[in-house]
């Protein structure tokens, strides 16, 4: 495999530490929908957990809280589309959940997705319309959890990879994730992105939380609910310089150098062992 991995999974690690960043590229909050938490307070737990930057994925929907004096923020937006027929169909039993995160967007004016119609329903149509999107809100794209509800095998993403998908979350810390797969003969998430690199596929490899959660994490936890909480995959960055990015260089990311050197990994909490949906937002709002 020959592949950057764009990944630190250790929890703890410091930010800001010889040059290196914590950033979390998936996370959510009360614009999803499926999240109580506001922005702020999101933001506040992240800078409590060390991070010097996030990106706010919310379904649908670009949420641009403002930075504060420790830590960057920048938009994002998790271009979710549930569909209810995709081609190929999914596994008995499972739907067609096809999610792109467009990271470091810039807000659009009238707080529209500005995305083109639904042309097909093929999977790299329907992934193809989110990477466009992508590109129209100047961002740049993670195809997401890939094996939830086996969205995308390795020859689809190795097709957009060539269309413009820049990153692949190789690393949704969310216990239904599917990273690896009890089905037996199913690849991980790291084997597919394994064979998408050696089929020539150009993709970074990202980890996330994917949280949903944050103060408000144990008493969910206590009521019964699923949890999906936050600080178990980020990445860390390697900026040339000790300060952060700059906002007017919303595409630095991809000229950040990434480094094998912290990756490691660490077991997430699981509070079930069901499988089930939970990104529930229906198309795009257009
Ligand atoms: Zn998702
Ligand atoms: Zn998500």
Redesign the pocket.
Known sequence: MTGWLVVALVAGVPGSVNGYLKGQL???TNN?GDSATPPADAVRWYAAHGYDFIVV?D?NHVTAPPSTPTMLVIPGV?L?QNVAHCVPPPPLGLRCLL?V?ALFVAPPPDGKIPGPPATGASRFEIYHRALDTTRRLGGIAQL??PNFHYAADAPLITLLARDGLTLLEVANQ?WDSNDVPADKGQPTSEAIWDAVLTAGGDVFGTATD?A?HYYDARTVGASGHDVFPGDLGFVMVRAESPQKPSMKQPKSMPTMSPDLSTTSLRGMPCTTTSFTEV?STAGYPW
């Open positions: 998936h996370l959510h999803s994925t379904h998790e979710t999610h995160n997401n959890h969310s994917d949903h990104h």
